[in-house]
């Protein structure tokens, strides 16, 4: 069964920096799209950032210029560079990725929590 794992998240001071990495567990065959996504409390979900398997890449407009998503393939790691965070950061970051393994499926990871404190 394939699992998306997240780690990274954490308490940060405004202006900080903070990295998450996700990467699946379990047995698969390709990745397709990959992308973070968050919700602040009282909020739904939204995108933060979201990159192609060819490494093409699409960002929210409140996060452009700060964040910076990436993937290395050969890990089939994608990764979200955070950087001047600012408090309304804060919210509970979710992994999201097309898996191929029995058929092609969208799967979430278990989210990590980001805290950016003013």
């Known amino acids: 069964q394939v699992q998306l794992v997240e780690s990274g998240g954490g308490l940060v001071q405004a202006g900080g920096s903070l990295r998450l990495s996700c990467a699946p567990s379990?047995?698969?065959?390709?990745?397709?799209?990959m992308g973070w996504y968050r919700q602040a409390p009282g909020n739904k979900r939204g995108m933060v950032a979201t990159?192609?398997?060819?490494?093409?890449?699409n960002y929210a407009d409140s996060v452009k210029g700060r964040f910076t998503i990436s993937r290395d393939n050969a890990k089939n790691t994608v990764y979200l560079q955070m950087n001047s965070l600012k408090p309304e950061d804060t919210g509970v970051y979710y992994c999201?990725?097309?898996?191929?393994?029995?058929?092609?499926?969208?799967?979430w990871g278990q989210g990590t929590q980001v805290t950016v404190s003013s």
């Open positions: 379990g047995s698969f065959f390709a990745i397709n799209n």
């Open positions: 999201n990725a097309e898996i191929l393994s029995s058929r092609w499926s969208g799967y």
């Open positions: 990159i192609t398997s060819g490494g093409l890449s």
